[in-house]
């Protein structure tokens, strides 16, 4: 077990599958106390304390922190990862949609992060890690809206932590690559050859594989970690190599 984060509360939004579900299970095998907020409780239950959240509403997030106030008063880590993506070009994308994804993944980001201020600045070690991706630094076709929404979570987070830098806040995000999570999987199943998409995702990074949500776990609570004191504003790739590398053919 991880001194560091022992005795510690972590809320991780979109805790039920995936990142968020990898980074539940890590953060309950360390000793934090784990408060799980998604529409579904999902897989969590072994490893967090299942509130029901929809991050797109600000009312269900209000609801969702009252209730997260009848069992803490302390928040340690926020690892913002709720997310939806979202496939197509400009010529694509309805006003619908666009306001959906930046609703969901910029706003959410937002609104669940202003709710747990209050519980934040009552830590000794308050962190904030938000989930960005790859596609705010890279450019991969036919995700316009998915593209414009997590660039704007990776400047949001330089902007949080600028605003939070003085009260000890440290906020900081991660853009991991092709992930083989539950989402990927369903994009997967709607291609006309799923076996020769997933290989074309493989190919596209260059360690030649997807990236593990429990990598991608392990950098968020790297960032989280107390011991990352002077870490914040920080934009740390877990992409296999697809945003550095440049390798010959």
Known sequence: MSSEFKGLVAVITGAGSGIGLA????????????YGLDLQEGEMKPYAHFIQCDVGNTASVAAAFAELGKQTQVIDILANNAGIGSIGSVEDATDEEWHHV????????SRVSAAAMPFLRKSKCPSIVN????????GIPKRA??????????????????????????VNCVNPGTADTPWVARLLSKATDPVAERAALQARQPMGRLVSPEEV???IAYLASPRQSSTTGTILAVDGGMQGLRLPK
């Open 23 to 34: 980074l539940s299970k890590l953060f309950h095998e360390d000793g934090v106390t784990v």
């Open 102 to 109: 930046l609703n969901v993944n910029v706003a959410g980001t």
């Open 131 to 138: 989930s960005s991706s790859i596609a705010a630094t890279a």
């Open 145 to 170: 809206v998915y593209s414009a929404s997590k660039g704007a979570v990776m400047t949001l987070t330089l902007a949080m932590a600028a605003d939070h830098v003085k009260e000890g806040i440290r």
């Open 217 to 219: 776990a392990s950098a």
